[in-house]
């Protein structure tokens, strides 16, 4: 231990050492949980529409109830018709020193690009993303979620991921997982670009960015050029950041971007164990049976809406207890339910209908969502009856 002596010379050295004496003591009598917090700045963005406000509700409740009081989480929402309404209501989700959320518009150049080029099923709000160095000068690193995503740990374990100079740090995508396990059912859609190690293919849905980096190297502009490069860019921006960087991303690990996949139905559990077995996906399999993810991914349909496509009731399970517990939207989110079932009784009649006239692959692809739907309808009612 240093000692530090004060001068004998000094005419306030007697009051000096009673004030400090009297600091000090203070200090140690003082509860611990009153002494000041030195916060750990968090920040994560977020793009969405305002038709996406009650499941954005539900992605920041989760992330919030995973939180740490020694962190500070700064949510940036990416927003061009967010209501005022939905503003005020996703705000109150706000705690003094811990959670704050704002609200801002794209740029004009990424609208003017976004009307350049057809954003298919995507919102041009999720090209957001390419241009967050220069959306986001203030910070040198920050997090990136879709909003259809469910998180079950603490965001700041994904922040801390190691980048090792890395411009970002991704997950590889599902259909990565397909090669691994040589599954032919669905081909992935990057394998027609031009990419030199498709295999590694990763999700940009999840993302821990290095701002700075990436405005060292002004790779705002690289991503945007890749969509005059002639190739289609069946999933606009996740494309474009994937041929610009191949092979210069970190890795995260699965569990901190899960993915819903069939093969974890498909295939025994020793064959899946085999398989995984010295890949990044070594144990995912064990991670999809206890839902001991860190963050779903609910790509393809989504939990509160049934629409024509598969959906998981994987998804309904993990979902549905989450957004019954946020204390924000109480009724968007309990009218959902109802519309849920009548949008899956729907489905459900008009595919028996056409069962009627479907034989050989038709009529066994139908009575696969028929059996899909019957599944929905069970968990939706049995989760409203639990929740």
Not at 162 to 180: F, H, I, K, Q, Y
Request: glycine residues 2%; hydrophobic residues 40%; positive net charge.
């Amino acid at each position: 231990m240093e000692v530090f002596y004060l001068p004998n010379n000094s005419k306030n050295t007697t009051s000096l050492t009673l004030l400090i004496y009297l600091i000090l003591l203070a200090y140690k009598r003082s509860s611990p949980k009153n002494r000041p917090i030195i916060m750990n700045s968090i920040p994560i963005f977020l793009a969405a529409t305002n038709t996406y406000a009650v499941p954005l509700a539900v992605c920041l409740y989760s992330i919030i109830k995973h939180s740490s009081p020694e962190n500070h989480y700064h949510f940036h929402i990416i927003s061009d018709d967010m209501s005022p309404e939905n503003q005020a209501t996703l705000k109150q989700l706000e705690k003094p020193e811990q959670i704050s959320i704002d609200f801002q518009n794209t740029s004009d150049k990424l609208n003017q690009k976004a009307k350049q080029i057809d954003c298919g099923r995507f919102s041009a709000m999720s090209l957001a993303r390419l241009e967050a160095a220069d959306i986001f000068p203030q910070y040198e690193k920050i997090v990136y979620l879709d909003v259809d995503t469910l998180i079950n740990g603490d965001i700041a374990e994904l922040y801390h991921s190691p980048l090792n100079e890395s411009p970002l740090a991704a997950a590889l995508d599902t259909g990565c997982l397909r090669l691994v396990m040589k599954d032919d059912v669905v081909t992935p859609h990057f394998l027609s670009l031009p990419l030199h190690h498709p295999s590694d293919y990763r999700n940009a849905g999840v993302m821990v960015m290095n701002l700075k980096k990436m405005r060292e190297r002004n790779l705002a502009d690289a991503f945007i050029k890749k969509f005059d490069s002639g190739y289609k860019l069946a999933f606009l921006d996740q494309d474009a950041i994937n041929l610009t960087l191949e092979g210069e991303m970190a890795y995260l690990p699965p569990s901190w971007n899960f993915h819903y996949t069939e093969i974890f139905l498909t295939y025994p559990e020793p064959t899946l164990n085999y398989a995984l077995h010295g890949t990044p996906y070594e144990g995912l399999n064990k991670d999809f049976q206890a839902k001991s993810w860190k963050l779903l991914h609910m790509i393809g349909s989504k939990p509160w809406k049934a629409d024509t496509g598969f959906l998981p009731a994987y998804y309904l399970e993990a979902w549905w207890p989450i957004a019954m517990e946020c204390p924000i939207f109480r009724d968007e989110i309990r009218q959902l339910i109802p519309n849920f079932m009548r949008d899956v009784a729907a489905h459900t009649k008009k595919l028996r209908r056409k069962l009627l006239y479907s034989f050989f692959k038709t009529r066994q692809k139908r009575l696969k969502k028929i059996r899909n739907l019957e599944e929905l309808m069970r968990t939706i009612m049995r989760l409203n009856q639990e929740l």
